[in-house]
């Protein structure tokens, strides 16, 4: 099973399973990772599901679409390389484990 840690803005790792189909954000949520906030629900319509994706699993990732280049414009704590939109990341075998490093803020 492919496991997500989150890296809390204080340092604190959480450690968690994520199950084939589901995002990143689903998982956040599922998990009760509280600094993923997705009031959208996952719908690509808000910013409050931001990530960092570590470094050295951002390769392994596809490209965010356009319309997620265009909401990652939006976020609360600064944009960086590495920011991502949570929902828009889906979990797969082939995506192996995965770090995620969570925002100071969302809103």
Known sequence: MTKITFV???????????????SVMATAVDNGIDEIVAECGGCLACATCHVYVDEADLD?????????????????????PCSRL??????????????????????
């Open 60 to 80: 392994r990732l596809p490209p965010p679409s356009a319309a997620e280049d265009a909401m990652l414009e939006a976020t609360a704590a600064p944009r960086t």
């Open 86 to 107: 949570s929902c828009q990341l889906k979990v797969t075998p082939e995506l192996g484990d995965l770090t995620v490093h969570l925002p100071s803020e969302q809103y």
């Open 8 to 22: 809390r803005p204080g340092g604190e790792r959480e450690i968690v399973n994520a199950e084939p189909g589901h």
